[in-house]
């Protein structure tokens, strides 16, 4: 039986690395990377990056969106779905005693310290998952006739969004580092780049073809 759960936890370990870490399709870390980078980008630049390139504000509508569907698959109710970090947490303080870090057994208070760092986000993870459930991916009548709605009834700040992810990923890191003291090396740095230079060469092109536009 031990060894059978340690399989579990090893497996579902896997598939949540495979989630955050993927580069085909791109995985959460690198969703938010793009996500973080383009928000930057408009701190620096206000709306003077519309200017540089209009579908920029698409792109970071799109980003947006997606960033929060990837998050809500990891963030469901554990009634809901087997595979969201909830019910990892459950299945973890559940069978602890038959699961083995390289240290030994996980201590009794860390999967609660966990879950207590994602309850901690509790309001936009109600935000991300309503807007998801009644516009994105379900649209419930009210947003049909009222689709500026979903916003003012799930508030989100992006800021609210960007730490709720960054704390999915530290979970997972975290369990990934205790069983076997590596984990995934992230991209997220190399992204933010290339999207910082896509911005430079776009403002580069726009100056040097329309002279006076960007002023």
Excluded at 21 to 27: F, K, N, S, V
Excluded at 36 to 41: G, N, W, Y
Excluded at 60 to 72: N, P, R, Y
Aim: glycine residues 4%.
């Amino acid at each position: 039986m031990k060894a059978e759960l340690q399989a579990n936890y090893e497996a579902r370990l896997s598939r949540y690395a495979t989630l955050l870490h993927a580069t085909e399709p791109p995985g959460l870390v690198a969703k938010l990377a793009v996500y973080r980078q383009l928000l930057r980008q408009r701190e620096i630049h206000g709306e003077t990056l519309w200017k540089i390139e209009p579908t920029l504000y698409l792109l970071m509508q799109s980003a947006e969106i997606d960033l929060h569907l990837a998050s809500a698959r990891l963030l469901e109710h554990p009634g809901r779905s087997d595979g969201s970090i909830f019910a990892f947490l459950e299945f973890c303080v559940t069978n602890r005693t038959h699961i083995t870090w390289k240290a030994g057994t996980p201590p009794a208070e860390i999967f609660e310290e966990q879950r207590a760092r994602l309850e901690a986000h509790r309001a936009p993870i109600t935000a991300i998952m309503g807007r998801r459930d009644k516009f994105f991916a379900h649209l419930d009548k009210r947003y049909f006739r009222e689709p500026d709605q979903i916003y003012v009834d799930f508030p989100l700040e992006d800021s609210a969004v960007i730490a709720l992810v960054n704390v999915v990923i530290a979970i997972i890191t975290e369990h990934q580092w205790k069983l076997k003291e590596t984990a995934n090396f992230h991209v997220a740095e190399f992204l933010e780049i290339a999207v910082e230079n896509m911005v430079r060469n776009l403002e580069a092109g726009r100056r040097q073809n329309f002279p006076g536009q960007l002023d």
